[in-house]
């Protein structure tokens, strides 16, 4: 922890102090001495918010991909409105078992207090539900004869409506105006001297039975197996997996 982290805990341990104490007296030299710490060192209001912010990485991507698949990057977001965070696709080095050096993608959620944990948590589940729907689809066209590319469309038409329909049963929880300029700040200063760069997308072609794809995938994600309430110490339990592990 560094020094001015233990001066900000010291700052707000003292304003704790000046609120919750029932003496008067006490109450005020507590304040008045957290309001003097402020002023040596330089200390703002806006630097105790930004210490509020925490991050999240998951560093176990569907895909690796450099143009981010539109259904990848649309979970990404559904999970961001369920839980009130910000998110950024990045990218970190992976070592395999030979040696070699592996770019791979990672996902980091940014908010307040436990909320990028519990977005990390609610996206490694909704991702590895949204595999196994796709495969159990996809063994439907096992027996035809169709165009990989065509197979491949499909599966992304599936994942996009299995997204879409996910959203069906998750509620929305907006930052106020006042954490997201604290979250935009934030961001900033964690990339400072190495400035995000646009993501680029890959979007969803179309194929013979797309629509049939994306409405079933709607129609299964609809029914995924995500309970409400995602917020506080119990929210990592409250999204399941319909009894069944999947790893």
């Given at each position: 922890m560094s020094d001015n982290q233990r001066l900000i805990m010291r700052v707000r341990h003292l304003m704790a102090l000046g609120t919750r104490n029932d003496n008067p007296h006490e109450a005020a030299r507590a304040v008045a001495l957290a309001q003097r710490l402020m002023q040596r060192h330089n200390l703002t209001q806006d630097m105790f918010?930004?210490?509020?912010?925490?991050?999240?990485?998951?560093?176990?991507?569907t895909s690796n991909a450099e143009r981010v698949p539109a259904w990848l990057n649309s979970l990404a977001t559904v999970v961001c409105m369920a839980t009130g965070c910000r998110s950024w696709f990045g990218w970190y080095v992976y070592t395999s078992m030979g040696g070699n050096k592996i770019h791979r993608r990672s996902l980091h959620f940014y908010g307040f207090s436990e909320r990028p944990e519990i977005a990390r948590y609610i996206f490694t589940v909704l991702q590895r539900q949204l595999r196994v729907a796709t495969d159990r689809h996809m063994?439907?066209?096992?027996?035809?004869?169709?165009?990989?590319?065509?197979?491949?469309?499909?599966?992304?038409?599936?994942?996009?409506?299995?997204?879409?329909?996910?959203w069906q049963v998750l509620q929305s929880f907006a930052p106020s105006s006042g954490e997201t300029s604290v979250l935009q700040r934030w961001l900033v200063q964690r990339h400072r001297g190495n400035a995000l760069t646009g993501l680029t997308i890959r979007e969803v072609g179309s194929c013979r039975g797309d629509k049939m794809a994306r409405m079933v995938g709607w129609l299964a994600g609809r029914d995924a197996d995500v309970h409400q309430g995602l917020y506080g110490a119990q929210a990592p339990h409250q999204i399941t997996e319909g009894g069944t592990a999947y790893d």
């Amino acid at each position: 922890m560094s020094d001015n982290q233990r001066l900000i805990m010291r700052v707000r341990h003292l304003m704790a102090l000046g609120t919750r104490n029932d003496n008067p007296h006490e109450a005020a030299r507590a304040v008045a001495l957290a309001q003097r710490l402020m002023q040596r060192h330089n200390l703002t209001q806006d630097m105790f918010s930004l210490t509020e912010v925490s991050e999240s990485v998951c560093d176990s991507l569907t895909s690796n991909a450099e143009r981010v698949p539109a259904w990848l990057n649309s979970l990404a977001t559904v999970v961001c409105m369920a839980t009130g965070c910000r998110s950024w696709f990045g990218w970190y080095v992976y070592t395999s078992m030979g040696g070699n050096k592996i770019h791979r993608r990672s996902l980091h959620f940014y908010g307040f207090s436990e909320r990028p944990e519990i977005a990390r948590y609610i996206f490694t589940v909704l991702q590895r539900q949204l595999r196994v729907a796709t495969d159990r689809h996809m063994k439907s066209y096992r027996s035809r004869r169709i165009l990989l590319r065509t197979l491949r469309c499909r599966a992304d038409q599936f994942r996009e409506g299995w997204v879409s329909g996910v959203w069906q049963v998750l509620q929305s929880f907006a930052p106020s105006s006042g954490e997201t300029s604290v979250l935009q700040r934030w961001l900033v200063q964690r990339h400072r001297g190495n400035a995000l760069t646009g993501l680029t997308i890959r979007e969803v072609g179309s194929c013979r039975g797309d629509k049939m794809a994306r409405m079933v995938g709607w129609l299964a994600g609809r029914d995924a197996d995500v309970h409400q309430g995602l917020y506080g110490a119990q929210a990592p339990h409250q999204i399941t997996e319909g009894g069944t592990a999947y790893d």
